[in-house]
């Protein structure tokens, strides 16, 4: 009965917290990890099918001579010089310039990256622009430099191909695998073809790519317009030939350092394919997939597979390890926030393979020897299962760890802590130890990255069930098997054995002494392991969930934060600061206050802190950073006025242009002159018809309410919307009872719009909130009843009428991609033209403009925002 309360209380929280909701924001981490998941497989089916040949493999390498592998890292090190300089001479091809500092930082940066990007190298080239931006380079020919490196790198692969393969066709060398390189040459040359012709005629893939990837449009006239340099041109093909050769010099190096006879035909045919593999590879840089088809290629030419296994391993240490732990250490050193998330769980995720691959393959004999003299071969067994069990947390761990959870920070130092001591006592691996030494490291120099707290309640619950599910299934499994007939495991099971095996089969260790005789056998086994295996998995995601701040509005909270409000309240969106589903934070001095939201583990803030000065503003900022901190909350600011900008900056704090709040100057406003014929003559057909307008003052009563409900009710059901909050009010009966509304009624007296008047913080300013038609109103009534609002306003000698935000409007330039993406979607994407006739609506009552920022801490924070910030506006 207990467990049955247990888990209907699961099924109840699941819902109400809406657990499907968090799989689906993490939807694309869990694509990824299982994406991940199926290479390792692969990668560890691999590994067990040919175990007795990688012992081989291992001594192989072991034996490999220094001096060549030394000359394999020197040649890695013109590698990576040589694509810095294809980098620097694609800037020149397009007469831009950046230092050749700059071009190597941007290629190890971009390598590093394409190993987890999707698309791997090609993706990666949108990356790391800001640098070079700030640097006087335009963001357009940064992007075309680098579609310049990307198609030249594909251009010298087929340079150097094409010829090879017809010299192995001519000496009669040419097997099935040479004919699909050439049939793959061929179809990517003709792909590029096709592709570069139209994308210059705006064909039919060119429209096909705008329609899935419309901000492409954006660059694609500047792309035009972009004129190339031949010479310049010349030489990046040159340097990506020459980058070609060094990757056939590496293959070729590596046979030679393992003592075997090199072959110059297998080096040339090998990496082609490689390479083939590594442009086509959607994921970790064709790692396993390039492996598997290089050392195919080289048994082709004649050599075993153990060597030809050894000899792609040592080829993709020069190729591959040795840039990309270059370029990891490179982000260890010039870290930003952002990337202090990401290298540790690089780090530890690379652990995580270390680990399995450390187990599945033998150990060094001399050195099990000398351990079995110490510490009993149970131990050691242990410490196998151990190290190969933190490896796999490890791989689903490092994803988790990007969401900044501190549990997750928690479990990979008892992981990486169980790898340094695991790898020791399996096998005296120092080699794998150290590196888990390493990774430990990073974790606690990094470890204030990881402060959200995870969900205590669930936390608990996950305990309860787990402990529950055990005793259960203990319980089933131990009188399972002690009450089997014989047959079924040629086991007449004791006591100790029952248990024994049952907590085998449950943590899914297994035993290799139980086999299963016949179905029976296996379907009880498989529903231990399948018991377990839930069990524990709820219970990862359990410790894992992130945490989420439900703090309730305190009345003396919003008492402290009205009287702030009262003294020093300057804006128009100061009322909305003490709404009902606001929180309130007050700095110690009780002299400034912020209102906010939480979503997501997202403290929302509304516009700035109201305070006496500056400094108050500032202190408070900082207060309410420490106290995000210590509850795992991260902080943005929403609505920021321009003039603020600078206070945050002095934080370290980034910001984003959202859009213009427009002001209308009352005492300078005319109806008079051609640009204002539309409202005059919208004015003059609503009187015509006999429509007027009323001022109703506080207190309201219900009859009234009674009637704009209505009004309201039928507006959000035609126009399909629902209410929304944060900074704009919902209808709120008794909030309306004590305020100003304005109405406009028909000859019959019925309402068919209205607005209500909020109080207004910004001195000598006036403002509204809501603003709502009958499906029957008039054309032109918006407009006739913001007019009448402006006459009241002026009546209670306001000088100026805030008409509020113009989302996403206002972009003359665009400096940064997010600026150019907005500016887009703004002016040519249909789902957001409702914003652009927000803004020409707002026009025709020529405000002054005021830009208005989204301001936020890490750049990782931006990429959450749109999610939070559609949270933090429902009721």
Known sequence: MKALNVSNKFFVFFKERKGISFLRENDKLVRQFILTVFFIGIGIWFIKHENSELKEVKSVITDASAFWVVCGIVLAAVYIVLQALMYFASFKAIQAEISFKQAVILFLKRNFVSVFLPAGGISSLAFFTRPIEKKGVKPTQIHFASILYGFVGILSVIIVAIPALIYSLFQGKAGSGEWYTIGAIVGLSFLIFVLYRSILKKAYIYRLIISFFPSVEIFSEDFRNNRIVKEKFLQVVLYSILIEFIGIGHLYIAMIALGFTPSLSAAVMGYIISVIFLIVSPFLRGLGAIEISMSFILIQFGFENVNAIAITFLYRFFEFWIPLLVGASLFLFNANKLLMRIVPSFLLFVLGLINIISVLTPAISERLHILENIIPVSAIKASNYFVITAGLFMLVNAAFMLKGLRTAWWFAILLTGISVIGHLTK?????????????????????????????SKLQSIGLKTVLISIAAVLVYAVLGFYFLDKKHFNIEFNWLESIKYALQNYFLVGSSDLVPLDHFARRFLLSINICGFLSLGFLVFALIRPYTLKKEAVEDDFATANA??????????????????????????????????????????????????AVEMKQCILEFDAYCYNNGLRSIYYRVPEENLDLFSSLQKKSLFIGQEGVVDLSAFSLEGSSKKSLRNAVSKVKEKGFTSKIHTAPLKDGLLQKIKAVSDEWLISTGRSEIVFSQGLFDWEELRHQTIITVENPEEKIVAFLNVIPDYAKGEGTYDLIRKTNDAPNGIIDFILLELFSYLKSQNCTSVNLGLAAMSGIEEANTFPEKSMKFAYERIKYFSHYKGLRDFKEKFSPVWYNKYLV????????????????????
Request: no cysteine; proline share 3%.
């Open 427 to 455: 096998a005296i691996d120092y080699e794998e130890a150290v590196i888990a030494l390493i990774v430990l490291i990073s974790l606690i120099v990094t470890r204030k990255e990881y402060y959200i707290k995870s969900n």
């Open 564 to 613: 702030i409000l009262n003294e020093y309240g300057t804006s128009s969106l100061d009322y909305f600061k003490t709404y009902g589903d606001k929180i309130i934070f007050t700095a110690n001095g009780k002299k400034a206050f912020l209102a906010y939201r939480v979503a997501d583990n997202f403290a929302v803030v509304l516009e700035n802190p109201v305070a006496a000065s």
């Open 856 to 875: 936020y801490s890490h750049d990782y924070d931006l990429l959450q925002a749109p999610i939070v910030l559609n949270k933090v506006v429902k009721p």
